[in-house]
């Protein structure tokens, strides 16, 4: 049920279905489990543009933290 309301909103949020796996990450860089260097090269400029939706543009670093 709690998945179904977290699609609900990021759907409603962002404007589309939350399975991209861009969304996925930019939900991963958030709650910090990844960094935006970790994420596989063939989709950062979506990845970014997620983060960027999200007001999230700081987290947007090609290097990873020390």
């Not at 930019?26 to 989709?43: C, M």
């Not at 950062?44 to 020390?66: D, N, S, Y």
């Amino acid at each position: 049920m709690i998945n179904l309301i977290k699609r609900i909103y990021y759907a409603f949020i962002l404007g589309r279905e939350v399975q991209d796996m861009d969304v996925i990450y930019a939900t991963l860089i958030v709650r910090g489990y990844k960094t935006y260097a970790e994420v596989p090269s063939l989709i950062q400029p979506q990845v970014a543009e997620v983060l960027t939706e999200l007001g999230q543009e700081e987290l947007i670093t090609e290097q990873a933290p020390q």
